[in-house]
């Protein structure tokens, strides 16, 4: 529950900074969360534990499998805003 909240919170803020969200909270092992968003060709997951809540982060996954590791909200945004201005370049 803890945990829901968190990703609950996360999502509502980046809503906020204009970054389309969908919150997979189902009682499912993150494992296969991951796997079944993958095949599903999700561009990034935000993936949320105990270690993300206590240091408030998220640790994000790009669509080619790469783990670029935890990182803030802010640092999230600016990710997806910079990656954006490249796409439309």
């Known amino acids: 529950d803890q ?9 509502n803020a980046l809503n906020k900074q204009g970054v389309r969200v969908v919150s997979d909270l189902r009682n499912e ?3 296969f969360k991951i796997r079944e968003h993958t095949l599903q060709r999700v561009p990034y997951l935000f993936i949320v534990g105990d ?9 994000v996954r790009s669509l080619s499998g790469e ?6 909200i802010e640092q999230c ?6 990656e954006s201005r490249l796409l439309v370049q």
Do not use: H, N, P
């Open 67 to 72: 783990d670029k590791g935890a990182m803030s």
């Open 3 to 11: 945990q829901a909240t968190y990703a609950q919170d996360i999502a």
């Open 77 to 82: 945004v600016q990710m997806l805003k910079e």
């Open 29 to 31: 092992k993150i494992s």
């Open 51 to 59: 270690r993300e809540i206590a240091d408030k982060t998220v640790a």
